[in-house]
């Protein structure tokens, strides 16, 4: 079964790109400096912020449906990405180093699935929760942190 995974839209964090720290702050929005790789994921381009790149570190709202699992958290962004991650059938080593947790949403935003797997089989999860034609699209988060990754729908 094919899938297609899909970084964030720059367009929601354009605004806060290039700004001073202190007006980043009132927005409750940090600036960071990636000092290693892997370790800051951005999730415009879905992966690892080379050493040295700024990203901005601030919550996000990646389940804005009014249902009980309305949710939002902590993610990076590079800053001044411009080109959000959008592949059919290709995993993104961000993706498919880490733990990942795969939540599976139906067509009311309501969670029929979860899995915690390893994301070198990353691919496997994707099938089996695609397997039910309840599972109108799945979120992928960093497991570790809980933080969101990144969107999956069938292709």
Do not use: W
Not at 86 to 101: G, M
């Amino acid at each position: 079964m094919s899938f297609r995974i899909t970084g964030l839209s720059p367009d929601f964090f354009g605004h806060l790109f290039g700004l001073p720290d202190e007006l980043l702050a009132r927005h409750g929005v940090k600036r960071c400096i990636a000092d290693r790789k892997p370790g800051f994921p951005d999730r415009i381009e879905v992966r690892d912020a080379e050493p040295g790149e700024r990203l901005l570190l601030l919550n996000y709202m990646h389940q804005p449906a009014a249902t009980p699992y309305r949710a939002s958290h902590a993610i990076f962004v590079r800053e001044h990405a411009a080109r959000r991650y959008d592949r059919i059938d290709e995993i993104p080593e961000a993706l498919r180093l880490r733990l990942i947790s795969l939540r599976a949403f139906d067509e009311g935003d309501e969670m029929i699935d979860g899995a915690v797997l390893d994301g070198a089989r990353l691919e496997e999860g994707i099938e089996a929760m695609f397997a039910d034609p309840a599972a109108r699209y799945l979120h992928a988060h960093y497991a570790s942190r809980g933080c969101y990754a990144a969107r999956v729908d069938r292709a």
